[in-house]
């Protein structure tokens, strides 16, 4: 049985950076073809594709966020992680990770609140 | 970018209606295209991959069809559980949705 869950800090201040964890089970990223993205959605941007990254340490990002954004794993512990830098308000969102067959996000984790105030 | 277009934005049905909900790419992307049904307070959840394949578990009352630009959800019998708004998603190039479908019971 597939599961992931992201966890991170809920709230931050403008220009701080964003770190997040995907922690995930039933299936490992030292896998060949495996992927997991991360996804956000706000209710200004509707469902927003991130960052993902492969098993063989791959790494793709959205060509719009590209500059801001880290994605990096860790395969012995099954955990997946994204950092953004300079965080604004546009950037509140519930932000997601998911397993990506790489065509189609086909779990995904229940998501995370992330607001920036100040 | 290609912009992924979903009509319409709202749509009232009743039970046992068929349900039809549109999605529109800015350009070709062949058949690559997905269906995500998000529920209230929920994460999006896989429909259909591929335009036409139906994700492991999902009910044979939704389906898929369309190539090219056009792409068509099919509900063949709504049922109160599928009251959701629903996405599609383009992966021709990187990966973009769209702005969702909320469908609600008349």
């Known amino acids: 049985q597939v599961t992931l869950k992201e966890s991170g800090p809920g709230i931050l201040q403008p220009s701080q950076t964003l770190s997040l964890t995907c922690s995930f089970s039933g299936f490992s990223l030292s896998t060949y073809g495996m992927c997991v993205g991360w996804i956000r959605q706000s209710s200004g941007k509707g469902l927003e594709w991130l960052a993902n990254?492969?098993?063989?340490?791959?790494?793709y990002y959205n060509p719009s966020l590209k500059n801001r954004l880290t994605i990096s794993k860790d395969t012995s512990n099954n955990q997946a992680f994204l950092k953004i830098t300079n965080m604004d308000t546009a950037d509140t969102a519930t932000y997601y990770c998911a397993s990506n067959n790489p065509y189609y996000f086909d779990y995904w984790g229940q998501g995370v609140m992330v607001t920036v105030s100040s | 970018d290609i912009q992924m277009t979903q009509s319409p934005s709202f749509l009232s049905a009743s039970v046992g209606d068929r349900v039809t909900l549109n999605c529109k790419a800015s350009q070709n992307i062949n058949k690559y295209l997905n269906w995500y049904q998000q529920k209230l307070g929920e994460a999006p959840k896989l429909l259909i991959y591929n335009a036409n394949s139906l994700q492991t578990g999902i009910p044979s009352r939704f389906s898929g069809s369309g190539s090219g630009t056009d792409f068509t959800l099919t509900i063949s019998s709504l049922q109160p559980e599928d009251v959701a708004t629903y996405f599609c998603?383009?992966?021709?190039?990187?990966?973009?949705f769209g702005a969702g479908t909320k469908l609600e019971l008349k």
């Open positions: 990254i492969w098993w063989n340490d791959d790494k």
């Open positions: 998603q383009q992966y021709y190039s990187g990966y973009t």
